[in-house]
């Protein structure tokens, strides 16, 4: 069982900057696909970024040049610097793995690269 656990949500105004944080337990591996998703009221849930185990990453245009993953694989978190936030980026944030070496050769940004789901932290942005 993996267990995922989003932090770092909060409110903003437009331009600021926030940083979550995604904590991964249970049975982990060193061959992994993470992600990280986002869901607005009304909307369908969005891919914004992924990183695989070899360290390549992969983003939305929508988010490329503001948001920023990375992996620290020795507290095994996955963090998600986003800068120049806009109202448009006010949403549910989840947190997404998959693990073993198919999932790190097949990480992408849909849906169907991850088989384990955060519950999710909120941010909202005020223009």
Known sequence: QVRLLESGG?????GGSLRLSCAASGYTYS???MGWFRQ????????????DS???????DSVKGRFTISKDNAKNTLDLQMNILKADDTAMYYCAANYG???????ALSRSAFAYWG?????????
Request: glycine content about 10%; aromatic content about 6%.
């Open 31 to 33: 061959s992994y696909c």
């Open 10 to 14: 909060g409110s903003v105004q437009a």
């Open 40 to 51: 607005a009221p009304g909307k369908e849930r969005e891919a914004l970024v992924a990183i």
């Open 119 to 127: 519950r999710g932290t909120q941010v909202t942005v005020s223009s």
């Open 54 to 60: 070899d360290g390549t990453t992969r983003y939305a």
């Open 101 to 107: 070496r198919w999932s790190a050769k097949n990480c």
